[in-house]
């Protein structure tokens, strides 16, 4: 990419940035769009829309920008939980390491390499040079300049490593307070237990309950058995649609809407009330729905909720091997309640390794195709390929603004096109592969989604031609307020409600795309220094890398365990103040059927069976 195609194109995305910042500020204040810009505010109830006309809703502002950020990590916490602000600690990082690197680069690096003749820049026509004049590549070789890049990655590695020990050890010491802060959760009593043995003629749930009061008889408390529900969802969501369709025919203000006739295409026949027509169909639905319920007591899987007295009765159960045989009672542990992901019990084992398989290979299919896009991007970015493929314009493309707006512009707007279609694809692909709880699924999405982007943002660009472009990426003015709405505290105070609750599981996650990133950034630069010429300081950045991985080795130690378990300590002190509170019998009679399949719960619809109050299908109590 040449210096004026990226002007251009910066250009561009000023202009869109001022119109989508004055677009946003002006939608925000309608009253008609409050449940769109805080929806998490009209579900609380805390609405302060007011109806009367006023100038001010006209006019754009930037006062929302300044209220975004006065929330503090204590607001956070109490209404979002420590997830939104390890997710803050991310953005926060994030600004730490690009404003180092950003003030290193531009005020060090850059004019270095913009001061060197290795691709003897004629400084008279600089707006339509390639931007490889900004880069190590314009450094002449063997140059004693090189030791000052040397140096800059020496330091930038110290820092971003010194950043990394302060965030983990942050969030570490925030994952246990907010933990001696927390209210009993049922997934922190609770385990997961599948591979159970049933011998012939007894059922799953005496299995269980025989095996556990047998070895945790002080600890365990309950269980709840998983059963297969695929069917009866089915139904289920047969009887929301039409719930919903109900709910649309009541609304309407016409009554005559409602009426059509049965014939065909509703063009011939008798004349129907549509909403009788519904109720009717609904109350069949409901019938059939408990129907299915009902035959559903034997319709087990080999997998049960256990739940025990106590956190630490749960973490003992969940660590030490139940059986003796390592593939029968296997434990893992519980999610929340509402996390759990239950068309993972509907499939059986050779399902679930089969769509395993048929993932891994689709996944791989998806990766190497979306080498076409990035192909054509990098046709783009050069002018001269464009013209041997398409010949028909090579008149237009010799318009400067045109040539400018295609090389600096158009790339990374069909590159991010074709990105935005990628994560929902990681989401199937996730939930495919028979993990038990959303959560499990979003993590799992998450690092396809890395290392789908590292293979085909970083190294398919490299391998194909002209990662440079990319600068254009980071200098897009246009994602500004992209980041603002998604990020800053407020539309996670106004529109993120929590579904579950990790406990900041996912910071180890970016520590080590981090630490991923700086070895990848050492292995470059060893290979840049020796083909400049420069042998010794490749040599010398060797133990660059070495010195990283013993960092994050010491990171591992000291704070991973942390994310993974709580310590007896923790646990038993928790449980000891468990002891002292009134509410916890309360609490373990909830927890008696808090792992009941959201499809097996009584469903009312309509009038007709107002009567169900109690579950079709109860769990076992010790």
């Known amino acids: 990419m040449i210096l004026s195609a990226l002007l251009t194109s ?11 910042f004055t677009l946003y500020s002006i939608l925000r204040k309608q009253p008609g769009n409050f449940h769109v810009y805080a929806p998490r505010l009209v579900a609380e109830g805390k609405s302060q829309r007011t109806n009367h006309f006023n100038l001010d809703r006209l006019l754009p502002s930037a006062g929302w920008v300044t209220r975004a950020w006065q929330p503090s990590e204590e607001d ?3 209404t979002s939980g420590l997830d939104a602000v390890v997710f803050m600690r991310i953005f926060i990082f994030s600004l730490r390491v690009f404003t ?26 600089l707006p339509n040079k390639s931007l490889d004049s900004f880069s190590i590549s314009n450094v002449d070789n063997g140059s004693n300049r090189l030791w000052i890049h040397f140096s800059a990655a020496y330091v930038f590695t110290g820092v971003v490593c010194y ?29 997961l237990v599948s591979g159970i043995p049933v011998s012939s003629g007894s059922r799953v749930g005496e299995s269980v309950e025989s095996f556990f009061t047998k070895y945790h008889p002080s600890t365990y408390l309950s269980h709840t058995v998983v059963r297969r529900t695929n069917k009866l969802q089915g139904v289920i969501d047969d009887a929301e649609k039409l719930y ?37 169909k609904l109350e069949d639905l409901e019938d059939n729905l408990r129907m299915e ?3 559903l007591t034997g319709e087990e899987v080999r997998a049960a909720f256990v739940s025990f007295k106590s956190r630490f009765g749960a973490t003992i159960a969940l660590h030490i091997q139940q059986g003796i045989d390592p593939t029968e009672w296997v434990t893992e542990r519980a999610p929340e309640p509402q996390d759990v992901y239950w068309p993972f019990f509907s499939a059986s084992f050779l399902k679930r390794w089969i769509c395993k398989l048929v993932v891994v290979v689709a996944y791989i299919l998806l990766t190497v195709s979306f080498l076409i896009p990035v192909v054509i991007v990098q046709g783009l970015t050069h002018l001269d390929q464009l013209e041997v493929w398409f010949p028909f314009l090579r008149g237009v493309l010799t318009i400067t603004f045109v040539s400018q707006v295609i090389t600096g512009y158009l790339p990374s707007l069909i590159l991010q096109l074709f990105l935005s279609l990628v994560p929902p694809i990681m989401i199937i692909f996730s939930s495919m592969q028979g993990y038990i709880s959303f959560s499990k699924i979003q993590k799992s999405a998450c690092t396809k989604m890395l290392w789908f982007t590292i293979w085909n943002i970083f190294f398919a660009n490299v391998l194909s031609g002209s990662v440079l472009y990319q600068v254009n990426i980071i200098l897009e003015p246009k994602e500004i307020p992209k980041i603002l709405a998604e990020v800053v505290p407020a539309q996670l105070l106004n529109v993120f409600a929590p579904k579950y609750e990790t406990g900041g599981k996912f910071w180890p996650i970016v520590h080590n795309s981090t630490i991923f990133s700086l070895v990848l950034m050492h292995i470059i630069a060893i290979g840049i220094f020796g083909l400049k010429k420069l042998p010794l300081a490749s040599s010398l950045t060797i133990p660059l890398p070495v010195l990283t991985l013993l960092f994050n080795e010491f990171c591992r130690k000291r704070f991973l365990p942390i994310f993974r378990d709580y310590s007896a300590e923790c646990l038993i002190n928790k449980d000891r103040e468990d002891q002292r509170d009134p509410t916890m019998v309360e609490f373990r009679d909830k927890l008696v059927t808090a792992y009941q399949d959201p499809a097996l719960k009584p469903i009312q619809y309509s009038g007709s069976i107002g009567r169900l109050k ?5 769990s076992a109590v010790a």
Not at 100 to 125: K, R
Not at 246 to 273: E, I, N
Request: charged share 20%.
């Open 244 to 280: 919903r369709t109900l709910g649309h025919l009541k609304s309407k203000k016409h009554t005559q809407q409602r009426f059509r006739r049965d014939g065909f295409l509703g063009l011939s026949g008798r004349r129907v009330d549509l909403l009788d027509q519904y109720e009717k």
């Open 10 to 20: 910066v250009g561009i995305n000023l202009g869109l940035c001022f119109l989508f």
């Open 100 to 125: 180092f690197a950003g003030i290193i680069g531009v005020f060090i690096l850059l004019p270095i390499n913009y001061l060197g003749n290795q691709l003897s820049i004629d400084f008279s026509d």
């Open 614 to 618: 109690s579950p079709l299908l109860h």
């Open 163 to 191: 950043l990394l020990y302060f965030e983990y050890s942050y969030i570490s010491s925030k994952r246990i307070a907010c933990f001696y802060s927390s209210k009993p959760q049922p997934h922190q009593f609770t385990i």
């Open 76 to 78: 956070l916490l109490s």
């Open 293 to 295: 319920q009902s035959s």
